[in-house]
């Protein structure tokens, strides 16, 4: 399904990457973009400490309630996702040629989405969390393999410099 969605919205989608010829531009364009997938990060955040508020749980340190603990779960796996999905799209920003920088906008609204989805399906019941979960990880390790295949392949004399 991620393959489907990302190459729906690359045709159909009406528009393009700026033009970014250097490094440092596309790394700050990544940064740029990237802010945009922490908004489900942050509004789990939100959701979580209020439901710790709401909580009828009178010690702070004692054992959580379910809802609280979704919650809480939820934004613990989707920091680690987002900070490894950040750093391979910072390098694959650095790979990528101009005509294809479109992409680095739609995979963050793809990692937005899945989580968002991983969420509500998680709040579902955990038999259900493998498809957002799934749609956050496998384009994280598409995206590494890719980047190994472009160091070690395409530009091994750059490899460590």
């Known amino acids: 399904l991620c ?3 990302l190459y729906g919205a690359y045709v159909f989608l009406p528009f393009d990457a700026p033009l970014l010829p250097t490094i440092s531009t596309r790394l700050v364009y990544t940064l740029r973009c990237a802010s945009f997938a922490t908004f489900p990060i942050v509004l789990g955040m939100m959701v979580s400490g209020i439901s710790r508020l709401c909580s009828s ?4 340190f004692g054992e959580l309630q379910r809802e609280v603990e979704i919650h809480r779960t939820y934004v613990s796996q ?6 490894l999905y950040f750093f391979n799209m910072a390098v694959l920003a650095t790979y990528l040629p101009q005509e294809v920088l479109k992409l680095i906008p739609l995979l963050t609204g793809l ?18 969390r493998v498809f957002g979960f799934s749609m ?3 384009p994280l390790l598409a995206m590494l ?17």
């Open 3 to 5: 393959p489907c969605f």
């Open 57 to 60: 749980a009178l010690e702070p």
């Open 78 to 83: 989707s920091v680690h996702l987002f900070i």
């Open 111 to 128: 990692f937005a989405i899945s989580r968002l989805l991983y969420w509500l399906a998680y709040a579902i019941g955990r038999s259900f």
């Open 136 to 138: 956050s990880f496998l």
């Open 145 to 161: 393999l890719w980047n190994l295949y472009s160091m070690i392949v395409l530009e091994p004399e750059n490899l460590l410099a």
